[in-house]
């Protein structure tokens, strides 16, 4: 149980949450496939997909807002390595079609990385459906940190106040 | 599905030369230049949307409800760009109006085979029948809003009929990029009539 002195406010139950939102945090991390769904396979679309879905979602609910900044945040290092592997496969392509090494090693590392990152959004896509928090490595902490501290969200701590008699 | 445009009862001329002429300008370019973007963000959720229906059986509401408002926007300004109604059509997915109205409710659960049927056989059963009497549909509004246009010009007033034939095809067109964007499981009919009251 969580006291009254945390930092933290408590947490939805699946019961709790409407079906509604359920899906929209879903949503949050299907994002990630917003390239393939325009054929346009620039790594940044997804990225900018995931802002873009955070930015018109994240007023819904905190449970919404925690998914899609989860979703937001694993996207981010993802994004990095893919622009990364573009630019240097442009290089190769220039460079007389001459791929080095070091550079297969790092496009099946990203491949990898790539293919991780579908297969836990998905799990989460799975939970969030089912109402359920799902906590990635250092984005889950970070995530929930932002939208369920009692200090952030959509329901602030009340700033004004009644005059005092 | 209903979609309905109000049959004014006198038409703005002004209106309708500052349309034929600049309309382009100040109502088909900025609202071209955001429904680009929104387009854009509709063809992601509609992908999405059905990888989410084919193993769930059902829409996600809040983007049925972003795309049900993508598509009256859309038809806010095409109906302004036909003549149909006068006035500056809202910017947004969310306005309402009361003259150019798109209802379409929510389904709660949809066919995953017809989802499927849809994405592999659209083209045939949908796209080519519809789309080979639509073309000829287009023509004859072309016609028909050609000769409105000089009616409401000298009397201010849009014929009935003409108004009702130019409003089908646009009923028609919208039901089936309705069904083909898996909107609706209801296969629409060869008609620009009304079909539900």
Redesign the interface.
């Known amino acids: 149980m969580m006291d009254d002195n945390s930092p933290y406010l408590p947490l939805p139950q699946p019961d709790d949450i409407p ?2 939102e359920k ?2 945090a ?2 949050a991390y ?2 990630m ?2 390239g ?3 054929a346009i396979p620039l790594p940044l679309l997804n990225l900018v ?1 995931s802002f ?1 879905y955070l930015y018109l ?1 994240r007023q ?1 609910s905190r449970f919404v807002h925690f998914h899609a900044l989860q979703a937001l945040y694993s996207q981010i290092p993802v994004t990095i390595l893919n622009m990364v592997l573009l630019a240097w496969l442009i290089v190769c392509l220039v460079n007389d079609f001459t791929f080095p090494a070091t550079f297969k090693g790092y496009a099946i590392m990203v491949a990898l990385v790539n293919l991780v990152d579908i297969v836990f959004s998905l799990i989460a896509a799975a939970k969030a ?1 089912k109402g359920l928090m799902y906590y990635y490595v250092f984005f889950g902490r970070l995530s929930y940190h932002q939208a369920f501290s009692k200090n952030t969200g959509p329901e602030k701590a009340p700033v004004n106040s009644p005059p005092s008699f | 599905m209903r979609f309905t445009v109000s049959l004014q009862e006198s038409y703005s001329r002004v209106e309708l030369l500052l349309r034929t002429f600049f309309g382009w300008l100040y109502m088909a370019l900025p609202h071209g230049f955001l429904l680009m973007f929104v387009g ?2 509709s ?2 959720l ?3 949307a059905f ?2 229906v084919l193993f ?1 059986g ?1 829409y ?4 049925y409800e972003f795309q049900v408002g993508f598509a009256r926007w859309g038809l806010r300004l095409r109906a302004r760009l036909m003549n149909l109604s006068d006035g500056y059509p809202a910017f947004g997915i969310n306005p309402v109006d009361e003259n150019v109205v798109l209802e379409l409710p929510y389904p709660e659960k949809q066919s995953r085979a017809l989802l499927l049927l849809r994405l592999f056989f659209g083209w045939l059963y949908v796209g080519i029948p519809h789309g080979f009497l639509l073309f000829f549909r287009a023509i004859a509004t072309w016609v028909i809003m050609f000769i409105a246009w000089w009616i409401v010009l000298f009397t201010g007033k849009y014929p009935e009929s003409f108004h009702e034939f130019v409003t089908g095809f646009l009923r028609w067109s919208t039901r089936v990029n309705l069904y083909l964007l898996f909107l609706t499981d209801d296969y629409p009919p060869f008609t620009g009539k009304e079909t539900e009251k």
């Open positions: 079906v509604r899906e929209d879903m949503g299907l994002m496939f917003a393939v769904a325009i997909a873009v979602n819904k459906r | 854009i963000w063809g992601i509609t992908f999405v990888w989410v769930t059902r996600p509401q809040s983007m």
